[in-house]
């Protein structure tokens, strides 16, 4: 019997309680968040703050709006919006890649939309040269905030060309392979060279954009990028975007320059007069000093690769065969056509946009930029000043400042 009345009295206080936490709970001002659930505003700040909802003061009571010295405040106030606000540019996310890639796009695409696109939400093309499988396409659309696209590549756009020699062709794989030339003897690769070199923009899916923004599997994005990247491409008249630089490899391209300055020398009209060749040339233009842009990451104009400059160029470039008699890669060639066909004001160094490509990271130098933008790489991984990167000359030839304490991040 007394055992009985000690449970119902259990019970009884039990239920006391949890109304009483109910109605604390109902009774708080709610915050709606981008999805259904509903948050008390002191639970969001606090968790911004980590933490307690009401900081004390030294004596011990709660006052707030304070913060003792010992808590790092992050005022909700200093927050981007979820989403970002205002007119938006023309421009997509672009990704080549196979279906077996899944995962390791999978984590990049969580990484740009964290840093950047959920508060956009950019549309995505993915393009692949054998059809997207269902996985694929379902793990990229749960990721992406914006619309996302899938396109088969046309044959013609991943295929030797009539005018290659298959045999020679052949032969030079097999000779880099000897070699131990990364990718050399690959096929596949050098149709994924040619394809970025000169058709991925003019694909039916990527027609009506104006700007993209080039991501592969398994990098990185290391700070917040809280302002409207493509926007400030179209605002600044930027043409190509780049965060890495640095020297190609030399048995990849022995003979490139060699076209280029029969190109120079065909289409003078198409080189700019305030051009970038000092990036690219040591002795105005007579040698290749193999610098370029690593176009992993590549924020640009498709209306760029589409015009007749560019066309001229590429067409050039591929009739010459050495995509495929030797092993041209896109880096090089959107380097070199950058660098020759626009003005050098229209290439832009993305500072604040940290990220890693295996082996390489771009870490902003200074620190008060890290810290701004929240960024989690190391500095010390930073390769902007190491000396296997073109980053210093690009300042250089740009006549930029380079950014206090550069010095110690050379080695
Ligand atoms: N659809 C398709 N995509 C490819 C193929 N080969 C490479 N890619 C994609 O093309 C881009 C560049 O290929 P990667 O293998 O990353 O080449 P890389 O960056 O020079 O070398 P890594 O150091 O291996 O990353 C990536 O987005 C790949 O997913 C292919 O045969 N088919
Ligand atoms: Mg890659």
């Not at 709660?62 to 421009?91: I, Y």
């Not at 975007?241 to 120079?264: C, H, N, Q, R």
């Amino acid at each position: 019997m007394a055992a009985s009345n000690t449970r119902t009295l259990r019970f009884v206080l039990l239920a006391f309680f949890t109304i009483a936490v109910l109605f604390k709970v109902y009774s708080s001002t709610y915050v709606s968040t981008a999805k259904t659930s509903i948050i008390p505003v002191e639970q969001i700040i606090s968790q911004q703050n980590g933490s307690p909802s009401s900081p004390s003061t030294a004596d011990g009571a709660t006052s707030p709006g304070s913060v003792s010295s010992d808590q790092t405040p992050n005022t909700s106030n200093s927050l981007p919006p979820a989403v970002h606000s205002g007119e938006r540019a023309n421009a997509t996310f672009i990704t080549l890649a196979r279906n077996n890639d899944i995962w390791e796009i999978a984590k990049s695409i969580r990484q740009v939309e964290d840093r950047f696109n959920r508060k956009f939400n950019y549309d995505w093309v993915f393009l692949n040269d054998k059809p997207f499988d269902a996985q694929f396409k379902k793990i990229t659309t749960a990721l992406v905030s914006g619309n996302t696209k899938y396109g088969l590549i046309p044959k013609e756009h991943w295929s030797f060309p009539d005018w290659i020699d298959q045999d020679k062709a052949k032969k030079v794989r097999e000779d880099m392979a000897q070699r131990k030339i990364i990718y050399g003897d690959s096929v596949s690769y050098r149709h994924m060279c040619r394809f970025e070199s000169g058709f991925f923009f003019h694909h039916p899916l990527l027609l009506d954009y104006e700007y993209y923004w080039r991501v592969e599997p398994s990098i990185e994005l290391y700070c917040d990028v809280d302002y409207d990247v493509f926007r400030f491409m179209r605002d600044n008249k930027k043409k190509y975007g780049f965060v890495l630089s640095l020297y190609e490899y030399v048995e990849t391209i022995p003979t490139l320059w060699d076209s280029v300055k029969a190109f120079m020398k065909e289409y003078p009209q198409h080189i700019h007069k305030d051009n970038a060749m000092a990036f690219l040339s040591d002795d105005d233009g007579n040698t290749y000093n193999h610098c370029h842009y690593w176009s992993n990451f590549e924020v640009g104009s498709l209306d760029f690769w589409r015009g007749q400059a560019y066309t001229d160029f590429f067409n050039k470039l591929d009739h010459d065969g050495g995509f495929f008699y030797e092993r041209w890669g896109d880096a090089p060639v959107h380097s070199i056509a950058a660098g020759l066909l626009m003005s050098k004001d229209e290439i832009h160094f993305f500072n604040d946009i940290a990220y890693y490509h295996v082996p390489f990271t771009h870490c902003p130098t200074t620190e008060s930029d890290r810290i701004k933008l929240k960024c989690t790489c190391n500095p010390k991984d930073n390769f902007d000043w190491k000396g296997y990167s073109c980053t210093s000359r690009h300042f250089d030839v740009m006549g930029l400042e380079k950014p206090d304490g550069y010095q110690n991040q050379m080695d």
